[in-house]
């Protein structure tokens, strides 16, 4: 059973930048690939990025690209969202999630089998 908690949310105005982290227990962190989702009230939950287990391989949704970078230090148990360039329509509650060994698709949240309880992140105009 793994465990996620997530921290680093806040407010930023558009065109800051943050990083969020989420840090896991109770599994081999390291076998694991890791997902952020996001979602924004009266939105479905979406895919932001993913990082393979051996972080070789990254996946991002196309809103993000070039803005956001998923990166994981797995001494630390710690995937990180590093956020830049960041807009109005980035305000959601981020979740960050765990998927054992390789899967098929990073995109889908059924792919994942852990999940965090999610941290705010809100960019104001």
């Known amino acids: 059973q793994v465990q996620l908690v997530e921290s680093g949310g806040g407010l930023v105005q558009a065109g800051g930048s943050l990083r969020v982290s989420c840090e896991a227990s109770g599994g081999t962190y390291s076998m694991y690939t890791m997902g952020w989702f996001r979602q924004a009230p009266g939105k479905e939950r979406e895919f932001v990025a993913g990082i393979s287990w051996r972080g070789f391989i990254t996946d991002y949704t196309n809103s993000v690209k070039g803005r956001f970078t998923i990166s994981r230090d797995n001494a630390k148990n710690t995937v990180y969202l590093q956020m830049s360039s960041l807009k109005p329509e980035d305000t959601a509650v981020y979740y960050c999630?765990?998927?054992?060994?390789?899967?098929?698709?990073?995109?889908?949240?059924?792919?994942?089998?852990?999940w965090g309880q999610g941290t705010q992140v809100t960019v104001s105009s």
């Open positions: 999630a765990a998927a054992w060994g390789t899967i098929g698709t990073m995109t889908s949240p059924l792919s994942y089998a852990y």
